[in-house]
Structures are given as structure tokens and as C-alpha cells.
């Protein structure tokens, strides 16, 4: 099992305590977690699905979606991240949530067709290899099944706004998070979706406003942008 850098498991690994602290670098995704959930919820109606999160982190989404009533299962490679994970879920007392340390694809193999929804935030982009993971994702839905994606759009806005802008201007993410070559475009993650056995439903963007620094969905995917896809039932 191949398909993992290193380096980005430790990016994430060092930070892993600040994961749930709403002013750290994780601020974003605490600030963009109600906007993704809304949207996964309203589309694959969360209350008492099998809910499988892939690179889930330091649990921010999985818990969110434990919250509305689902049983949730997050799984990433990075121990300290998914340690806080646990932590929290504890302290938090969400019950319907369990977190394991695995790879993707390992998962496909053991467990095939067992989720109603899989999500894979943010994830892609810190991969050597998307496709097998788009691959492994679609494996483990069910027939009928959602499964969602989030990621960066590769072109020279994306790098202007989610490096320079981000990472350099306006500091909200820590210089290095991301590499322009990882960036995936939605036609790309359209056809690795497609190959796999799951057709694309929806995307939409994820746009930033400095001054407010306020997030929303919108229809221009050209930065950062969600999808869901559906395995025909
Ligand atoms: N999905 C979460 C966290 C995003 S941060 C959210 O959106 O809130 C990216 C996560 O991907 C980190 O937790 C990192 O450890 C994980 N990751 C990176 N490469 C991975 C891999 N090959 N397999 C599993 N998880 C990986």
C-alpha cells in the first residue's frame, strides 16, 4: 500500500493538536464545515445512514455528521490527527462514530458496497495517486449510494487565490499546505468518477470573501469545489 506521501501525513500530524482550536490553522475548515455539511445532508439525508469519511483528519466533518444522526466510520493514515479525533468524539460524547487508521483502498478490499455515503474532503489534493482513491471510494458505496468530494481546481486563478492569496497574502493556511501540480480539475475528477462506477450530480464552488471573511456556495467551481456522485442503484 502505496498510495500516501509521507511528508503530508506529517504536515498534518505536527499541527494535529491545534486540529479543533477554531482560530488555528484549521480555522477554514472549521468555517467551511456547516456550508458542506448542509449540502451533503440536503442531497443524502445523513440521519441513520453508514457514513464513511476518508482522510477525515482530526474529525471535523465526521463528528458533524455523527451529530445528525448518522454512523459515521473516518478513517485517515496519520495517527496524531485521528488520536485528536477520538479525544473529541469522547469529550464531545458522540457515541455513533468510530475511527481507524487505514488506508482507502485497503478498506475497498475488506469492506466493498457498505457505505450509503462517502465523503473525502479535502483529501485528494495531499495524494500521490487521486484516481485510486476516487476508485477505492466508489467501491466502498452502495449501489444507489452518494459519494462526495472536495478539492482545488488547477488553473491560474486556483494558484493565485489558494496559494499566493491563502497561504502567502492573507495567511489563512500555513505556506506549503498545498502544491499547485496536486491540484485536480473538476473534468478530471469527473472522468476518474466515471470510470469508477459513479456518476457525477452536483458540484458547486466554495467562494471567500476576505473583507468578511465569510464563505459560501456558489456556482463557480473555478477555485475550490465540491461534487457528488451516485452509484446507480
Ligand atoms: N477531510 C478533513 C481533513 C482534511 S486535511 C476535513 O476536510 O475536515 C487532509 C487529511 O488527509 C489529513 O488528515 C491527512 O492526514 C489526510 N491524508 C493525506 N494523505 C492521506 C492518505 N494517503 N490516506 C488517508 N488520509 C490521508
Known amino acids: 500500500m502505496s498510495?500516501?506521501?509521507?511528508?503530508?501525513?506529517?504536515?498534518?500530524?505536527?499541527?494535529?493538536?491545534?486540529?479543533?482550536?477554531?482560530?488555528?490553522?484549521?480555522?477554514?475548515?472549521?468555517?467551511i464545515n456547516p456550508l458542506r455539511l448542509e449540502w451533503i445532508d440536503g442531497l443524502a439525508s445523513l440521519r441513520g445512514k453508514q457514513v464513511l469519511d476518508v482522510g477525515c483528519g482530526g474529525g471535523i466533518l465526521a463528528e458533524a455528521m455523527a451529530r445528525r444522526a448518522a454512523h459515521v466510520t473516518g478513517i485517515d493514515l496519520a495517527a496524531r490527527p485521528l488520536g485528536v479525533a477520538r479525544l473529541h468524539a469522547l469529550e464531545a460524547a458522540v457515541t455513533n462514530l468510530d475511527y481507524r487508521e487505514i488506508a482507502t483502498e485497503a478498506l475497498a478490499q475488506e469492506r466493498p458496497c457498505a457505505f450509503d455515503v462517502v465523503t473525502c474532503m479535502e483529501m485528494l489534493e495531499h495524494v500521490?495517486?487521486?484516481?485510486?482513491?476516487?476508485?477505492?471510494?466508489?467501491?466502498?458505496?452502495?449501489?444507489?449510494?452518494?459519494?462526495?468530494?472536495?478539492?482545488?481546481?488547477?488553473?491560474?486563478?486556483?494558484?493565485?487565490?489558494a496559494i499566493i492569496g491563502a497561504e502567502y497574502v492573507l495567511g489563512l493556511l500555513p505556506k506549503g499546505t498545498?502544491?499547485?501540480?496536486?491540484?485536480?480539475?473538476?473534468?478530471?475528477?469527473?472522468?476518474?468518477?466515471?470510470?469508477?462506477?459513479?456518476?457525477?450530480?452536483?458540484?458547486?464552488?466554495?467562494?471567500?470573501?476576505?473583507l468578511t471573511k465569510r464563505y459560501w456556495l456558489s456556482a463557480d467551481t473555478s477555485v475550490n469545489y465540491l461534487v457528488a456522485c451516485r452509484r446507480p442503484g
Open 178 to 210: 498545498h502544491e499547485y501540480a496536486r491540484f485536480i480539475r473538476p473534468s478530471e475528477l469527473a472522468r476518474w468518477s466515471r470510470d469508477s462506477g459513479v456518476e457525477l450530480q452536483a458540484s458547486r464552488g466554495m467562494q471567500y470573501n476576505p
Open 128 to 161: 500521490p495517486d487521486p484516481a485510486a482513491v476516487v476508485r477505492a471510494c466508489a467501491a466502498l458505496v452502495k449501489p444507489g449510494g452518494w459519494v462526495f468530494f472536495s478539492t482545488l481546481n488547477r488553473n491560474p486563478k486556483a494558484f493565485l487565490f
Open 3 to 31: 498510495n500516501v506521501d509521507a511528508q503530508e501525513l506529517a504536515k498534518f500530524s505536527e499541527l494535529a493538536h491545534r486540529w479543533w482550536d477554531p482560530e488555528s490553522e484549521f480555522r477554514p475548515l472549521h468555517q
